[in-house]
T-cell receptor, first 113, second 115 residues
Framework: GNSVTQMEGPVTLSEEAFLTINCTYT??????LFWYVQYPGEGLQLLLK?????DKGSNKGFEATYRKETTSFHLEKGSVQVSDSAVYFC????????????FGTGTRLQVTL | GAGVSQSPRYKVAKRGQDVALRCDPI?????LFWYQQALGQGPEFLTY????????KSGLPSDRFFAERPEGSVSTLKIQRTQQEDSAVYLC?????????????FGNGTRLTVT
């Protein structure tokens, strides 16, 4: 079956530190990969996506590269801010499944001054 | 409205009661999804509508769960004879079209607590 594995949190960083949140996946087909973010008190929102191998998704300073050889889609940011504190979810969808997403368990990020 | 709206925001039900959760998707969005998110977990797929047609209900955990979208807009998720294991946040999401990589727009969810 399809599954997504994320590093467990919480991750606590100081402002301006480098962030990596690991994500690996297993899929029966050729997936599209996503990172969704949930800020406190808000709904999930799409952060970035990549639809084929070696694609890099980027948004708000965050980046993730679709690595088919390692089945990974790690999220990175060079310098985090307090406002990045949130829960981050890695997810995949398969061709023909109309955005039916399989999510990881989420990683909570806490950024302190 | 600007986003996906869900109501109620919080629902407490006694075990055995029926509940109905409402979702107003973004106007014009073809696809609508329901997800269940248990505490500390990622959302899990329940069911999918394309307009008024329920094309996938493979994630519904039991026949106590029922969803409808009769006019292809508002959707209702109904849970009959609620059990404690039904306690979770129920998320609704919509997307503009039926493409597999079309981004989903999520509501804030309904937190259901069964006592």
């Amino acid at each position: 079956g399809n599954s997504v594995t994320q590093m467990e949190g919480p991750v606590t960083l100081s402002e301006e530190a480098f962030l990596t949140i690991n994500c690996t996946y297993t899929a029966t087909g050729y997936p599209s990969l996503f990172w969704y973010v949930q800020y406190p008190g808000e709904g999930l929102q799409l952060l970035l996506k990549a639809t084929k191998a070696d694609d890099k998704g980027s948004n708000k300073g965050f980046e993730a590269t679709y690595r088919k050889e390692t089945t990974s889609f790690h999220l990175e940011k060079g310098s985090v801010q307090v406002s990045d504190s949130a829960v981050y979810f890695c997810a995949l969808s398969l061709t023909g499944t109309a955005s039916k997403l399989t999510f990881g368990t989420g990683t909570r990020l806490q950024v302190t001054l | 409205g600007a986003g996906v709206s869900q109501s109620p925001r919080y629902k407490v039900a006694k075990r055995g009661q029926d509940v109905a959760l409402r979702c107003d998707p973004i106007s014009g969005h073809v696809s609508l999804f329901w997800y269940q998110q248990a505490l500390g977990q990622g959302p899990e797929f329940l069911t999918y509508f394309q307009n008024e047609a329920q094309l996938d209900k493979s994630g519904l955990p039991s026949d106590r769960f029922f969803a409808e979208r009769p006019e292809g807009s508002v959707s209702t998720l109904k849970i009959q004879r609620t059990q404690q294991e039904d306690s979770a946040v129920y998320l609704c999401a919509s997307s503009l079209d039926r493409q597999y990589n079309s981004p989903l727009h999520f509501g804030n969810g309904t937190r259901l607590t069964v006592t």
